[in-house]
């Protein structure tokens, strides 16, 4: 069974930081891309970075600048890291992966995904 976990969200003020992680067990993500979608209320969920097996990112439009995904191959894990934040990138997060690389935006072409962790931004 897969697992990805996404802890380190929670409620934070308009310009700050926060570093979100997808733990992964049953699976070896140094092989995989790894997305990151959010969904915010009432809205559909959207792609907001990828990262392929060998590190290179795309990051969506409003985010670019702001948002990182390093990979740490030895723990499994690949992180999102948010800065700058804004209101409007208050939403649940989700990190999902598959081994076809960055290839695709729609959240039907990932396999495996997180429960997701709720980012907030306060103004």
């Known amino acids: 069974q897969v697992l990805l976990v996404e802890p380190g969200g929670g409620l934070v003020q308009a310009g700050g930081s926060l570093r979100l992680s997808c733990a992964a067990s049953g699976r070896t993500l140094s092989g995989d891309a790894v997305a990151w979608f959010r969904q915010a209320s009432g809205k559909e969920r959207e792609l907001v970075s990828c990262v392929d097996w060998n590190s290179r990112a795309y990051y969506a439009g409003p985010v670019k600048g702001r948002f990182t995904t390093p990979r740490d191959n030895a723990k499994n894990t690949v992180y999102l890291q948010i800065n700058s934040l804004k209101p409007e990138d208050t939403a649940v997060y989700y990190c999902?992966?598959?081994?076809?690389?960055?290839?695709?935006?729609?959240?039907?072409?990932?396999?495996?995904w997180g429960q997701g962790t709720q980012v907030t931004v306060s103004s």
């Open positions: 999902t992966s598959q081994d076809r690389g960055c290839y695709s935006s729609d959240p039907k072409n990932y396999e495996y």
